[in-house]
């Protein structure tokens, strides 16, 4: 007999295959581990350039990405830097932003959310006496980061809400993560 | 008497201007406050778009930046991505690379510290049964991320080791940032 092959698409996700991948990571959880890399090099002042290509996941190396995605950071002129793209903190409210929608994205298709549209604000307070060193009393990060979302989905605002709290840009972000720092000098 | 003005610049940073700055801060913290901003708009899948513009700081909107940056991200095929651009885990190692690398070239120029090159390699492991709620045990974000830098300047590694630390982003990731989430539903 033939079997006809349907292929689900939610949100633009293939629930399918997202469904398969579940099944096969409780089978095998070290399909779950993946290390995801950064290469980055000073340009001059607050100008540097990060590459970003290869990864490891799902129990091999990545060799989809034929070339690397190229990002610039600078400062603007107010912090002594030429515009030359977005500065760190500005990165860190895009990752946050990007994290934040796909895990709502995702998990809404796992569930069968239909979503149609989905925009965020994002604002981060920083106050430079910390990173200045001027004060004990002020962190140099951010002191909180505010998130508005509209969107137009098929589920409340609370359904919603949860889902996007499962992103792990969301857990980096909140929680702490243990950073290693290594200096080689040439 | 007439003056004659030297602009000092180490590491491509205006460290007289730096310094002004410092003292103004000294005698004005309000002009410490920073707010940056990101808007998000999701497009399908795991594809979204951030522009970034518009910032608060040093008492004043900025006006200086004439477009946005825009900023895509998407995930891999492999996380039924289209690999529009990096991922949104991809984007926290850029901005801890450029955060830390930024305070390294800035807090030297402060010390007279002078720098030739800087150069690093990050990594970050993130187990997806976390984010796919398979295990209490895993968390959703980064487990670890290590961070090597190759570094030629006229400074000990322990010393510059110091100067990345006080990246803002360092405190970002490794210490919890309060993120607060708004939905609203159209």
């Given at each position: 007999m033939s079997q006809a092959?349907?292929?689900?698409?939610?949100n633009g996700v293939d629930v399918d295959r997202l469904g398969a991948t579940i099944q096969a990571v409780q089978q095998n959880t070290s399909l779950a581990t993946f290390q995801f890399r950064a290469k980055n090099r000073w340009i001059t002042g607050g100008h540097n350039r990060s590459t970003i290509q290869s990864f490891y996941g799902a129990g091999q190396e990545d060799t989809d990405r034929k070339k690397p995605f190229v990002l610039d950071s600078d400062e603007p002129p107010v912090?002594?830097?030429?515009?030359?793209?977005?500065?760190?903190?500005?990165?860190?409210l895009h990752?946050?932003?990007?994290?934040?929608?796909?895990?709502?994205?995702?998990?809404?298709?796992?569930r069968g959310i239909h979503i149609e549209s989905?925009?965020?604000t994002l604002e981060g307070d920083l106050d430079l006496q910390g990173f200045l060193g001027l004060s004990d009393q002020v962190r140099p990060g951010y002191k909180e980061i505010r998130v508005h979302f509209t969107i137009k989905a098929d589920a409340s605002a609370e359904v919603l809400k949860k889902l996007t709290k499962l992103s792990p840009v969301y857990d980096i972000v909140s929680n702490p993560v243990p950073v290693s720092i290594h200096i080689e000098k040439q």
């Open positions: 092959t349907i292929t689900s698409v939610i912090l002594f830097g030429k515009d030359h793209g977005a500065n760190p903190y500005e990165f860190v990752a946050l932003a990007a994290g934040l929608t796909t895990s709502l994205v995702y998990h809404a298709a796992a989905v925009e965020s």
